[in-house]
């Protein structure tokens, strides 16, 4: 189920199916409000920044039978935007139930219940789900009756989600399994994960000689794989109110240490290491909401730390040759482009750790 979060932060939706032979049924978690007043999810992550702005807010304020009544009249035009598919066919979506909270803290996201299904058509062929990217990201699981994942993905950008078949496991291979959690992981880095590439980002302006870049990455990586399979396994728990900000106060952390320069150590590194495991934590949060098949588990978990991986070594890399090669040996390099693009990142880390512990 999807945490509430500050009003104004957009997270991604979840439904889940179940599949017989004649009929899907789904559960559609969702915040009503951005998508009746019209924001475009995929352009804004926060809705104070988008034109509707106001009409949101204005939405917020609703009671639960008000705010229904402005959904039941852009119903059709939101619907537009979801594609259910058997096969080649196009499938109409029913609501047979809505469940929209009361007002309750009025600084949090309000998160609603839809029931939705339709009827299958008899040539047994497999199910796609999707949305327009307008309406942001959305996690889309397949359940087996137990509550079990079958299948889950993230849709970050539109598109829609593999077949899903009437009945059993879904078609998707061990690989194809494999390969999806890596784009999974990929995409939190690239192109979401703007937090987690401030901070590699930060690693990187510490020096472009490769010994302290291999130890800084290597210590990150190890950290961060560590609590990522803690946490994904239960075995530790941390609010995301707690961990967020904290993530926040690292990326500001290592950027402000750029700035005082001097070589690798011990100490830097071991921080790196605290942070790496408070990042592990953060993807946790991700990997959770999408979901894991029991029986492909440690599949997934590995894909996912890949997509990670390629996701930050890719920010690396980029930065490498765009700076790097271009500029690095200029002996102004230091002064004027590692010193000032810390000092912004810093900047930007010292801001969202103040909004996320007091807005």
């Keep these: 189920m999807i945490k509430p979060s500050i009003a104004h932060e957009i997270q991604p939706a979840i439904v889940n199916f179940t599949i017989t032979d004649n009929v899907i ?24 920044d988008a034109p509707e702005a106001e009409q949101y807010d204005a939405l917020r304020a609703l009671s639960p039978q008000e705010l229904q009544t402005k959904f039941d009249e852009t ?8 594609h259910l598919s058997a096969g080649e066919s196009s499938l109409d979506i029913n609501i047979d139930e809505i469940n929209i909270p009361e007002i309750g803290d009025i600084e949090l996201s309000r998160i609603s219940t839809l029931k939705i299904s339709s ?11 999707g949305w327009n990217a307008e309406l942001g990201e959305i996690i889309i699981r397949q359940l087996k009756a137990d509550g079990e994942v079958n299948y889950a993905t993230l849709l970050t950008s539109g598109g829609t989600s593999d077949p899903m078949p009437r009945i059993g496991a879904p078609n998707l291979s061990g690989l194809d399994n494999f390969l999806n959690y890596i784009v ?4 939190h880095i690239i192109p979401k994960g703007l937090d987690h590439i401030l901070f590699v980002l930060g690693l990187f302006f510490f020096s472009l000689k490769m010994r302290p ?3 800084q990455i290597t210590a990150f990586t190890l950290a961060h794989t560590v609590t990522l399979a803690m946490a994904t396994m239960g075995l530790v728990s941390v609010p995301a109110s707690v961990v967020e900000p904290l993530i926040a106060l690292s990326i500001a952390f ?3 240490e750029n700035v005082r320069g001097g070589n690798i150590t011990i100490r830097r590194t071991a921080i790196i290491f605290a942070f790496g495991l408070l990042h592990g934590l953060g993807f946790a949060y991700v990997l959770g909401d999408v979901g894991l098949q029991p029986s492909l588990f440690i599949s ?4 996912f730390n890949i ?18 090669l271009t500029f690095g040996k200029k002996p102004w390099y230091r002064s004027y482009i590692a010193i000032p693009a810390s000092v912004l990142i810093a900047a930007v880390g010292i801001y969202w750790t103040i909004e996320r512990v007091f807005f």
């Design 213 to 215: 870049l291999i130890l």
């Design 75 to 82: 119903w059709n035009e939101i619907k537009s935007k979801l």
């Design 254 to 256: 290592v950027a402000l």
């Design 25 to 48: 049924n789904g559960e559609l978690e969702v915040s009503l409000e951005p998508l009746i007043s019209g924001i475009d999810l995929n352009a804004f992550e926060n809705t104070d």
């Design 184 to 187: 999974i992981g990929f995409e």
């Design 119 to 129: 009827e299958l058509p008899d040539d047994g062929s497999d199910i796609t789900f």
């Design 300 to 303: 997934s978990l590995v894909a």
């Design 307 to 324: 997509g990670v991986e390629i996701g930050q070594l890719s920010v690396i890399a980029i930065a490498y040759v765009l700076l790097g």
